[in-house]
């Protein structure tokens, strides 16, 4: 087959909260590969776009792709499964491939959605060989992996075992993203993590085959220029899950920044007790105006359940020393991680000492990839139909997932009793809350989401 035209879709999640939009990053660097080996690329981030399916077969009408690959995880697999079905039978030409988290973990169902070809483990390596081998009429059977279907079986080929390199991909072209759809830039100076918690679907294993991959401190501010510079970026979001990942690295990458002479301010993620008062100065030194710690809990108890591999003195000190240099502190919490009520409870008490700008309250779910997903009964968690993959959803309360520690409505009371004890202290609820509210907190009881970047910021 003749293949000059991809259409990367991104369907939207079925999170039943408002959520802030970042431009997909992954489908980012693939659709940027591709086009340096001649092919042209559009991507549908139907998050981004809203409406309904109707602008998804615009787009595909108009720009009649060879190709369609879905970038799936868990929140919109319901969505891209239809999404997939229906252009099997509106395009029936048209060669279909799925990648993401949700495929790594249950290929051969998104084949029987009917996928042709789903890619496991990193997609810049693999989509660009399995497009060569398609455009040449080569057989699949030699591309890394890759499954498909074989004379009526599913063939899974192994992964690719190479480690992959950050700085060995090309900058992604933000050109692929209408970025009027888009309130800021986003980019990532490394992929996966170290730590293996309990409640966290690690991208090193399910995707990324082993390891992390760090970016080198010169290409990330080299990106930050470009954003800056030729983009207009005010102020870009870090998608890392540990921002380079090292005390010393952070540090470096801080430096050569304010040697850079960017005026582009920044958001990170990193964990809590990897702050210090030297990383926090040099992060805000180099123009750091936020950054997010996942908390996750108030009892030293839970947290080693949850095998966090840190204590909440530990995380205090981090939020304090980021507060003290003038960065603003967004934390993320996790109700009905296996614990009792009274450990739950530990988690307001913290709120109040720690004092964060904003707090995210979540309640757990158990999401494939993770042993609350495999061995649920291990944990005292309860899950009646493991494939409703609607439920799998941040934002909102279910019934599909259960737990035997923690009843629906002590649930709802943990969650009252938070929202009363924050508000005492100050703290507005992201419904009503503004981009002037300094102290700002969300519950799943609540129904946006509070905002990435502020209006003042």
């Known amino acids: ?47 981004a776009e809203g409406g309904g399916e109707s602008l998804l077969w615009d787009r595909v009408s108009s720009f009649q792709p060879d190709v369609v690959g879905f970038s799936i995880i868990t929140p919109n697999y319901p969505v891209a ?9 509106r395009y029936p030409e048209t ?56 004379k009526g079986s599913i063939r899974v080929n192994p992964k690719d075992l190479r480690p992959l390199s950050i700085d060995e991909l090309p900058i992604i072209d933000r050109n692929l993203y209408r970025l009027e759809l888009y309130s800021h830039h986003s980019m990532v100076a490394s992929r996966g993590c170290p730590y293996d918690c309990a409640f966290c679907c690690n991208y ?15 290409r990330v501010v080299r990106e930050m220029a470009i954003l800056e510079r030729e983009f207009g970026a005010k102020e870009i979001f870090f998608a890392d899950d540990i921002f380079f990942l090292k005390k010393k ?26 702050m210090d008062s030297a990383v926090a100065d040099a992060m805000a030194s ?22 966090k591999r840190t204590t909440v003195e530990k ?25 009792t009520l009274a450990e739950q409870r530990k988690s307001i008490d913290l709120m109040l000492r720690m004092r964060p700008h904003e707090i995210s309250i979540h309640q757990l779910i158990p999401f494939p990839g ?49 929202e009363s004890a924050l508000e005492r202290e100050g703290y507005v609820s992201s419904d009503v809350a503004t981009p002037e509210d300094e102290y700002v907190f969300s519950s799943p009881l609540h129904k946006n989401s509070m905002k990435v970047f502020r209006s003042n910021s």
């Open 95 to 150: 060669f279909i491939i799925a990648g993401g988290i949700h495929v790594n973990l249950f290929p051969e169902d998104v084949l029987f959605d009917g996928a042709d070809v789903v890619v496991l483990g990193e997609g810049e390596y693999t989509v660009c060989r399995l497009l060569e081998a398609l455009d040449a009429s080569r057989p699949l059977a030699g591309i890394q992996g890759v499954a498909f279907v074989e």
């Open 315 to 339: 995380m205090l000190a981090g939020v304090q020393f980021a507060a003290h240099a003038g960065i603003r502190v967004k934390t993320g919490w996790i109700y009905g991680l296996p614990g």
């Open 204 to 218: 090193t294993g399910t995707v990324l085959v082993k390891g992390v991959a760090v970016s080198g401190h010169e």
């Open 249 to 274: 690295s952070i540090v470096t990458f801080c430096d050569e920044y304010a040697a850079s002479g960017l005026g582009v301010s920044w958001i990170g993620q990193l964990r809590a007790d990897s």
């Open 370 to 418: 993770t042993a609350y997903y495999s061995r649920p009964q291990d944990f005292g968690i309860r899950i009646k139909n493991p494939k409703d993959f609607e439920s799998f959803c941040y934002g909102g309360l279910g019934d599909n997932i259960s737990f035997d520690y923690l009843s629906p409505s002590e649930m709802i009371k943990l969650f009252e009793e938070t």
């Open 81 to 89: 499964r239809l999404q997939i079905a229906a252009l099997k039978r």
């Open 286 to 307: 180099a123009n750091c105006r936020r950054i997010y710690f996942g908390i996750e809990s108030g009892s030293d108890d839970i947290l080693d359940r949850a095998s």
């Open 1 to 47: 087959m003749t293949i000059r035209k991809i259409l990367f879709v991104v369907p939207r999640s079925l999170n039943p909260k408002q959520m802030y939009k970042e431009y997909p990053l992954g489908v980012g660097f693939i659709g940027t590969a591709l086009q340096e080996l001649g092919y042209e690329v559009a991507i549908f981030d139907q998050n």
